[in-house]
Each structure stands twice: as C-alpha cells, then as structure tokens.
C-alpha cells in the first residue's frame, strides 16, 4: 500500500507539471530550486529529502519508516520518468487548454488516491509530511493543520522566489504556483478521507481478514 501510494502521488506530480496550473506547495519549492541547480531532478529531489530525512532523524525517529525511504529514493526519479513518458503521447506533448483542465483534475484525484494509501498503510511519511508534524506533536508548538499552512506558503514563496532567481518570468509563476496549488491546499484533506473510507481502509482491512 505505501509503494502503490508513493509511486501513485509521483505519478499524480508528472501529470501536475503538464496541466501547468500549479502542483502541491513542496513541488511548487522542488520547481524552484530544479530551475536554479543544475542538477537533474531525480537527484535533487533526493538530496532536498535527504537534509529533511536528517531533520526527522535528530529529532523524531518515530516518523521515519519504509514509506520514507520509498519517497527518498524513489519518487523524485518516478516522477522525471512519468513525466517524460507522458510527454511522449501527442495529446499531452502540447496539450490544448481542455487536455490541461482534464490532466489537473487527474492529478488531484490521484494524489489523493496515493496519499490516502500511503497514510493508511502506517510505514511512516515523508521527510516533507515529517516536518510539520514534529513541530505539532513533538514540540507541541501549534495544531498540525496551521503549521502545515505555514510550511506550505513558506515553500510557494521560497520556490517562486528561486524561480524568479533563476532567470524564470512573471507570467510563467502560475506553471508552478497555480490555480492547482490552492485547489490542492483546499480539497485534499476532504478527498484523501474519502478514499481513506471508501479504498484504503477496506482495502487493509480486507486483507487482514483474510
């Protein structure tokens, strides 16, 4: 369940970077700091995680399980390859204002779908996820739900801000920081509960008793 989550949520992330209507806020970061480094992706992204795995190391170990490892090692690359496989098909090489509107309502669902299967399995959260919930539950400094909202918009800025440093241009800020990012802020909490009911749930459960 937490690789089929993982992999699905990478997958979710290529299909966000062809709507170009904005991806989640830590992607919104990754977007800014791959536009800046010249370092592929795949490893970047291992990197990035690598310093926020470290993070969740020194000061909660509790949050580190297989999942992490799965997001650490494997989502940065799963997404580059999606990403350029997509890109492979016609319809999505240069995709038409109605393929877009489609691909970020696929996103969103499949994120949701991923996240609801990678929470519900219990081996752990990323190194991203991580952060937030050390400073709600370990250090007890606010409730999960508005650290996140601080750690989300702090990642929107500081990813725009590298973008822009990057040489990247006003106009092109809604690729990485747009419509598809406040959606996602908003609707995902409810969508990953109801495939938390609907899916994951009697998906584990099921299994269990048999």
């Known amino acids: 369940m937490s690789l089929l989550g993982v992999l699905t949520g990478a997958v979710s992330v290529a299909i966000f970077k062809i709507a170009a209507f904005g991806v989640d806020p830590f992607q919104t970061f990754m977007a800014g700091l791959d536009a ?19 993070f969740a190391l020194i000061f909660d170990r509790h949050y580190i399980g297989l999942a992490t490892f799965i997001n ?32 970020i309502i696929v996103g969103i669902v ?54 822009l440093m990057a040489g990247g241009q006003w106009e092109n800020i809604p690729a990485i920081a747009g419509i598809g990012t406040v959606i996602t802020a908003f609707f995902m909490g409810p969508l990953i509960e109801f495939f938390n009911e609907k899916c994951a749930r009697p998906f584990l459960y099921g299994k269990k008793r048999g």
């Open 36 to 54: 800046l480094v010249p370092v592929q992706f795949g490893t970047l992204y291992v990197i990035a995680n690598a310093v926020l795995f470290f």
């Open 72 to 103: 650490l090692f494997l989502l940065g690359y799963v997404v580059q390859f999606s990403y350029d496989t997509l890109r492979m098909i016609p319809l999505l090489a240069d995709p038409t204002l109605g393929v877009r509107i489609v691909c």
């Open 110 to 163: 499949a994120i949701c779908f991923g996240s609801a299967f990678y929470i519900t399995a219990d081996l752990g959260v990323s190194t991203y996820d991580a952060v937030a919930l050390i400073m709600a539950n370990t250090w007890k400094w606010w409730k999960f739900k508005y650290i996140r909202i601080i750690t989300d918009s702090v990642c929107v800025i500081i990813g725009c801000t590298l973008y």
